[in-house]
């Protein structure tokens, strides 16, 4: 099967998309942890890239289903380690699969039988040539809101150095071809609501990318009632301004 140094633009646009969450949210990083980083890939040596398809990693170690989403939320930047390829390799892979690196995520559906995910949302383009031999993070230009039960995937319209093969047993990804063994198949998705299935399972082998996720704010207490207007009801209860502060207390 044939399967980015952070740059400071990027890393400033997922900031500000951070800093403009709730004070209190909680943002979290799929697809990486402690126990499974960003690991090394196979590009020069060994070199292989994946292309024309979309998948995402069910078990990386102890991780399992890592961008499974668990509850609603907001998908903001992802970022993606990729190889450096040298110039026969990337040539070959370029001719291969038709132009220059690049890659999107993708925001799948599972269905309930024969393992179809229909695509529900996706992101831009973004082309990834310049990148090669760093691990880059992107921020999204529309972040992507996101339902419990959702999955991020990652889609490859040409072609992409972000793959790591030699890895354990307890390494696997699932992608969307019809023919497994085809690394050639265009089988990437990227028509909205389309269903595809995502039938083929490889162990030792992962794309390396995690994604950036914002979950929703959880309530901390009821609203008060509204009245006809539209406006809080106070029920009787006075308050007082404080002409120091300009704020007003009970």
């Not at 633009?9 to 949210?25: F, S």
């Not at 269903?195 to 995690?210: D, H, I, N, Q």
Request: proline fraction near 8%; aromatic fraction near 8%.
């Amino acid at each position: 099967m044939f399967p980015v140094r952070r740059t400071a633009t990027a890393l400033a646009c997922a900031a500000a998309l951070v800093a403009a969450a709730p004070a209190h949210a909680e943002v979290r990083e799929l697809g990486v942890s402690a126990e499974a980083p960003l690991v090394d890939l196979s590009c020069p040596t060994d070199c292989q890239a994946i292309g024309r398809v979309s998948g995402y990693p069910v078990q990386i170690g102890g991780l399992k289903n890592p961008f499974l989403v668990t509850e609603p939320g907001t998908v903001v930047a992802f970022t993606i380690k990729l190889g450096k390829p040298d110039a026969e390799q990337n040539t070959f892979f370029s001719n291969l699969f038709g132009g220059q690196s690049q890659a999107r995520l993708a925001i799948l559906k599972p269905a309930r039988t024969k393992r179809r995910h229909r695509l529900l949302a996706q992101s831009e383009v973004f082309n990834l040539q310049n990148y090669f031999g760093s691990t880059p993070t992107f921020a999204l230009d529309k972040p992507i809101k996101v339902d419990k039960r959702s999955v991020v995937a990652i889609t490859v319209p040409t072609w992409v150095p972000a793959f790591a093969v030699n890895q354990p047993n307890d390494v696997a990804w699932r992608f969307s071809r019809e023919n497994c063994d085809d690394a050639q198949e265009p089988a990437a998705q990227q028509s909205l609501k389309s269903l595809r299935t995502y039938a083929c399972f490889k162990r030792t082998a992962r794309p390396v990318y995690s994604v950036t996720f914002i979950p929703e704010p959880k309530p901390t207490s009821e609203a008060q009632a509204e009245d006809g207007n539209g406006d809080t009801q106070t029920r009787g209860t006075s308050s007082h301004a404080d002409s120091r502060t300009g704020g007003v207390r009970p």
